[in-house]
């Protein structure tokens, strides 16, 4: 539990990092993101801090979707948007191409290795992700379709308030699923739990079996 709870937080705070990085690169960022920034646009409100306030607002449309929160729900909702706030406040502009590329294929490994860390630690699914699977859940769409019509909608109305929309937005759509797909099977603690399980119990074994041997 303790391994898990850790895991559940560095893995929403690198989750925050990553967004902000990809933030200052400036090539555009992922769909809830753009959403985030053409609000802070026009409300005057830090970026980090919309963003906590449309995962509350997310997660009010759990309701009739009839879906339950868990701990790491609320916990995305409270620590992601405040770890993009205070990451944009101490990570000085950059400048150049190169330098702003690098800021970026980090930004979106830090993204992917954080999705790994916290989805791992199985608290529940953060406010935007359980807004799809109540979706499947409850309309009978595929999942694909209930994220990718709920992400377009975000994208295109983010673009439209003056969020980033760029190269970097298609990148992060084409490389997160993958990046994510080779992350979480490392840091995944139900398996990480069975292969200590089953390390323990085979090594019980050659130990009695090698104490039969004896007697």
Do not use: K
Request: aromatic share 6%.
């Amino acid at each position: 539990m303790t391994r898990r709870i850790v895991q559940l937080l560095v893995g929403l705070v690198l989750y925050g990092a990553g967004c902000a990085l990809t933030l200052e690169a400036g090539f555009g960022v992922d769909p809830w993101t753009v959403f985030a920034q053409g609000l802070s646009i026009h409300t005057g409100i830090g970026i980090g801090w919309i963003t906590n306030i449309v995962g509350f607002l997310v997660l009010l449309l759990w309701i009739p979707l009839r879906q339950r929160p868990g701990i790491g729900t609320v916990a995305n909702i409270l620590l992601v948007g405040t770890s993009i706030q205070a990451t944009l406040a101490v990570v000085p502009p950059v400048q150049g191409v190169v330098p702003r590329i690098a800021v970026f294929v980090a930004g979106v490994v830090s993204v992917a290795f954080a999705s790994g860390l916290y989805i791992g630690a199985r608290f529940g699914p953060g406010p935007r992700d359980g807004l799809m699977t109540g979706m499947h859940a409850r309309l009978g769409w595929p999942v694909w379709l209930c994220r990718a019509s709920v992400e377009v909608t975000v994208l295109i109305a983010g673009w439209l308030l003056g969020g980033t929309v760029g190269v970097g937005t298609l990148v992060f759509a084409a490389s997160i699923g993958p990046l994510v797909h080779l992350a979480l099977p490392l840091l995944d603690t139900r398996r990480v739990s069975s292969r200590a399980a089953l390390r323990s119990s085979t090594a019980g074994a050659a130990v009695a079996g090698d104490g039969s041997g004896r007697s």
